[in-house]
Nanobody, 118 residues
Framework: VQLQASGGGLVQAGGSLRLSCVAS????????MGWFRQAPGKEREFVAA????????DYADSVKGRFTISRDNAKNTVYLQMNSLKPEDTAVYYC????????????WGQGTQVTVSS
């Protein structure tokens, strides 16, 4: 599956952004979808994930209550709504897909930069 992320940009602290990730090439509902991020000098970290139907989500503690992950299977798209952004949310954000048969995310998008100014 190919993943194309978009929606990043520069925003002031307290602002909002919505990231999108469009999938192509395979049956979208066959994958759990996730968002990860990597800040300069830091390791990539998990942000949020959603199951194939959208009925179950999971979040990193650092974004709970501020970020919302969702998916539209008719559009082969997963979203990450980010509210109350903080400077520490600055990172490159990646979407990823994990097939039901896999223990890890095995497809990755190219990343989109999110910069939050103080």
């Amino acid at each position: 599956v190919q993943l194309q992320a978009s929606g990043g940009g520069l925003v002031q602290a307290g602002g909002s952004l919505r990231l999108s990730c469009v999938a192509s090439g395979r049956t979208f509902t066959g994958y759990r979808m996730g968002w990860f991020r990597q800040a300069p000098g830091k390791e990539r970290e998990f942000v949020a994930a959603v199951n194939w139907s959208g009925s179950s989500t999971d979040y990193a503690d650092s974004v709970k209550g501020r970020f919302t992950i969702s998916r539209d299977n008719a559009k082969n798209t997963v979203y990450l709504q980010m509210n109350s952004l903080k400077p520490e949310d600055t990172a490159v954000y990646y979407c990823a897909a994990k097939s039901h048969a896999s223990n890890q995310y095995n497809y990755w998008g190219q990343g989109t930069q999110v910069t939050v100014s103080s």
